[in-house]
């Protein structure tokens, strides 16, 4: 898909001000709309992939659990956590 037609093409370069995480394959960057939340938070991978392989996706979990535990760090804990 041409850049010009993709939103999120490139979105953590005109914006770098939400990105929370980013490496060679993916990013992790504030949604556009918040839709009442306090943060909301999005994984947006750098090339246009048809199927996201399963490692890759694996990759992309553990970096938003970690990236998720700093930026809802405001949130209560569960004391069962």
Not at 22 to 49: A, C, F, M, N, S
Request: glycine share 4%; charged share 30%.
């Amino acid at each position: 898909m041409p850049e010009t037609t993709c939103p999120l093409c490139g979105v953590w370069n005109r914006e770098p001000q939400n990105v929370f995480y980013q490496d060679e394959e993916k990013v992790v960057i504030r949604t556009k709309y918040l839709k009442g939340h306090r943060e909301r938070i999005q994984v947006v991978w750098k090339e246009h992939v048809r199927e996201i392989p399963p490692e890759a996706r694996e990759r992309a979990l553990r970096v938003l659990e970690e990236v998720g535990r700093r930026v809802f760090s405001y949130t209560q804990q569960n004391s069962s956590s």
